[in-house]
């Protein structure tokens, strides 16, 4: 299996505070696989270098090349916290606009549409959506270029129980269809939902783990357990 996104001794401060402390990460094809750790601790910094829009120290590799070269652009597809998209235009004309932006990498918008369920929403503009049928908008724009690999910061964060399984469910079809997900999450609970975790804290990656084995190693309960668990050792072995 080869690797599609190879970290290796990254760092980044923002006014004299380390927030990637060197970290080193490789994500492999055809995985999925989410990012957890609190609020603050490095994941959009770190997603955002990923993806080519953040400066950084080290060495990087995306599909074999420098975050964000022009040989990639097309083929890594970036799901921001925010709305990434143009709320006074339907979803459908959001999509048309970044399908002319992917050029011969396009999807049917028809099919992206019915990927994201959005096909009955498709022609109202976007500012009449909830806050999780906007979401669902930028997925549909990152996806609309068929890329290879999928970056989506906190996609489900603030979502309702019901909207939130019914994207879980999106990106585990997309998994399926051959994509490689990097997903990151605040919510413990959600490392169940995929196939690899990675575990971070203050700028580093602490364990790349899965679920049953992160609680089985820790003999946690919850994956919040397990995590307090995984810091406590980690804060050991550096005394």
Not at 147 to 176: I, K
Not at 217 to 227: L, Q, Y
């Amino acid at each position: 299996m080869s690797t599609l996104v190879d970290l290796q001794h990254i760092s980044k401060s923002f006014d004299g505070e380390m927030v990637l402390d060197d970290l080193n990460l490789t994500v492999p094809e055809n995985s999925f696989v989410t990012l957890l750790g609190p609020s603050g601790c490095g994941k959009t910094t770190l997603m955002r270098t990923i993806v080519g829009v953040q400066r950084y120290r080290g060495q990087v590799e995306v599909l074999g090349h420098a975050p964000g070269a022009a040989a990639v652009r097309g083929r890594v597809g970036y799901v921001t916290q925010d709305q990434a998209v143009y709320t006074d235009l339907t979803a459908r004309q959001n999509l048309r606009y970044f399908a002319s932006l992917a050029g011969s990498r396009a999807r049917d918008l028809d099919e992206v549409l019915d990927v994201v369920g959005l096909t009955a929403l498709a022609d109202r503009p976007v500012s009449t959506y909830s806050g999780g049928e906007a979401g669902r908008v930028s997925l549909a724009c990152a996806l609309v270029a068929d890329p290879d690999l999928l970056v989506m910061d906190e996609p489900t964060v603030g979502l309702d129980p019901v909207t939130r399984e019914e994207l879980w469910t999106t990106f585990h079809a997309l998994a399926e269809r051959g994509a490689t997900l990097l997903v990151s999450s605040h919510v413990m609970d959600e490392a169940f939902r995929c196939d690899q975790v990675l575990l971070m804290r203050q700028g580093r990656i602490l364990a790349t783990t899965t679920a049953k084995d992160l609680l089985a190693s820790t003999g946690a309960d919850t994956v919040d357990a397990a995590f307090l668990a995984v810091i406590a050792d980690s804060e050991n072995q550096t005394e």
